[in-house]
Nanobody, 121 residues
C-alpha cells in the first residue's frame, strides 16, 4: 500500500509564497518521477511540475520562473516552492509518484488527496 500525504497549502495574498510538501510512504521499492498537478474549479487537472529520479525537471509554462520542484530521495519527499503567487494559481494541488513496489515491477502512478491553495487578489 502506498500513501501520499500533502501539506503546506493555505491562503496567501497575491505576490506571496507557499511551500508544498508530499511524503510518500508504504511498500515502495523505487520511485521514478515525482510531480505536482493542480485542478481549479471547473477546469481539468493539469501538470504543474515534475522531477525525475535523476532530478531533471519539467514545468508548466504558466509557472516557469516562479515555482521550483525538488525531491529528497532518501526521505521520499517532493517539494514545490511557489513564489510570486497569482490568483490564477488557486487550485487543489495533488502530489503524484510513479513507483515500483518490487524489483522488476512495472511502475504505477499513485496520487495524494490534495492540498488547497488559495491566492487572494
Amino acid at each position: 500500500q502506498v500513501q501520499l500525504v500533502e501539506s503546506g497549502g493555505g491562503l496567501v495574498q497575491a505576490g506571496g509564497s507557499l511551500k508544498l510538501s508530499c511524503l510518500a510512504s508504504g511498500s515502495i521499492f523505487d520511485i521514478n518521477a515525482m510531480g505536482w498537478y493542480r485542478q481549479a474549479p471547473g477546469k481539468e487537472r493539469e501538470l504543474v511540475a515534475q522531477v525525475t529520479s535523476g532530478k531533471s525537471t519539467n514545468y508548466a509554462d504558466s509557472v516557469k520562473g516562479r515555482f521550483t520542484i525538488a525531491r529528497d530521495n532518501a526521505k521520499n519527499i517532493v517539494y514545490l516552492q511557489m513564489n510570486s503567487l497569482k490568483p490564477e494559481d488557486s487550485a487543489l494541488y495533488y502530489c503524484n509518484i510513479d513507483a515500483a513496489l518490487y524489483r522488476g515491477g512495472h511502475p504505477m502512478r499513485y496520487w495524494g488527496k490534495g492540498t488547497l491553495v488559495t491566492v487572494s487578489s
